[in-house]
């Protein structure tokens, strides 16, 4: 049995998605800037496809600026946010323990720039609470950014309380929405989002396209200089075919969201107890607040890398954390976060189960992970000592 469990790492295409690409490929290749007819074809596609994934998330089509994914959109909506911040001598930014290090990486580059920055925890359950964001805004704050969900234990965070703070305060607040869009609702004017990222293949679109939602009034700050495109925002030729499969995909995601989260819920649930029944094992992150596709385990006593290699032999893919860390020998920063220690954080699994799996495969998985886990505790000397009483066990 073949069962794919890493959509949180990428999904595979949709047939929307790729029969959308390939009809652009083949008959609206023109460049969108040009003047011709072809060109303006093409650009007559490009802006349907903007007015569309506009509408899903209730946003303008002048607020769309198409990407090449999260990361870069993650990375235009912060420096914009601090270059804003710099011009009216406001440079205190506040974020979460637990963010994508797309979000991390771009804050430390701010902190050399003289930025300081204040990462909320996330506790237990993998939630920020409301009265430590309230209580770390301060006259100088420019920016709040809070991913929507987690990429790796996949809880939710409570945006739309944080977006009515954050306009309250006076703060622009953007969302990393990257696992979020296509999966859960979104509607920036109701949650009070400035700016929002988003990634096409986390939701059955093509990798290396995506979007980025700012508010009318952000004037963004430019990554990549050159031609006018994007409203001079973002140079370079639009990728129509990635932008024309995004969008198909996106409303194939929206229009059958609620039935879909349904049924990865039931599956997420089912997976949920049967992975309990492991002794000394424990659920990353709240257990309700969470994607309706995400399941994420600590396996006390053994390496998360030895459980990928031997589910990958009997047919399951599967991580231990996101996919940009998966050759690191450190701990998911994401459950350091979360409080795990260093040892239990090693032995993580991570599924991120699709809208086609069904109960025969959930069965699959459990047994096969029980198999692994018992295999892999048997030559472990770290459980040899745990079950010597030589060290005391942290998951009980």
């Given amino acids: 049995m073949q069962i794919y469990a890493d959509n949180a790492a990428t999904t595979k295409m949709s047939e929307a998605a790729i029969e959308a690409m390939n009809d652009c490929m083949r008959n609206w290749w023109g460049n969108p800037s040009s003047l011709y007819t072809i060109g303006q074809k093409a650009k007559e596609k490009l802006e349907e496809a903007r007015e569309e994934i506009a509408a899903i998330i209730n946003a303008s089509p002048r607020e769309i600026i198409f990407t090449s994914g999260g990361s870069e959109s993650d990375n235009q909506a912060l420096l914009t946010a601090a270059a804003k911040g710099n011009r009216s001598g406001k440079k205190h930014i506040i974020s979460s323990a637990f963010e994508h290090h797309a979000i991390l990486h771009t804050l430390n580059k701010l902190k050399k720039n003289g930025f300081e920055v204040t990462l909320l925890p996330v506790h237990e359950n993998g939630v920020i609470r409301l009265d430590e964001l309230e209580a770390a805004i301060r006259e100088d704050t420019c920016l709040v950014t809070i991913m929507t969900a987690n990429n790796e234990i996949g809880t939710i965070q409570p945006i739309a309380e944080i977006g009515e703070l954050c306009r309250r305060r006076g703060v622009i607040f953007h969302t990393d929405a990257v ?3 296509g999966h859960l609702p979104i509607d920036v004017k109701a949650q009070n989002i400035d700016m929002l990222s988003a990634s096409a293949h986390k939701f059955h679109g093509p990798k290396g396209v995506g979007f980025l939602y700012a508010r009318k009034g952000i004037i963004l700050q430019n990554l990549i200089e050159g031609g006018a495109q994007e409203r001079g925002k973002r140079a370079g030729t639009e990728n129509l075919p990635g932008i024309t499969a995004m969008a198909a995909a996106l409303k194939e995601a929206a229009a059958n969201m609620e039935r879909d989260n349904a049924h990865k819920t039931e599956i997420r649930d089912y997976l949920i107890k049967g992975l309990s029944e492991i002794h000394h094992s424990a659920l990353n992150g709240d257990a309700k ?20 290699i031997l589910l990958d032999q009997m047919g399951i893919s599967a991580s231990s954390g996101s996919a940009c860390t998966s050759g690191a020998l450190d701990p998911s920063h994401v459950l350091l976060a979360i409080g795990r220690i260093h040892d239990v954080a090693h032995g993580s699994l991570r599924l991120t189960i699709g809208e086609d799996i069904t109960r025969e495969q959930a069965d699959y998985m459990i047994d096969s992970v029980k198999k692994v886990v018992a295999h892999l505790r048997s030559f472990s000397p770290v459980w040899r000592d745990l079950t010597e009483g030589k060290k005391e066990f942290i998951l009980k």
């Fill in 179 to 181: 696992q979020a869009v």
């Fill in 289 to 308: 607040q969470r994607l309706a596709g995400n399941v994420n385990f600590s396996f006390e006593g053994i390496e998360g890398e030895s459980i990928l």
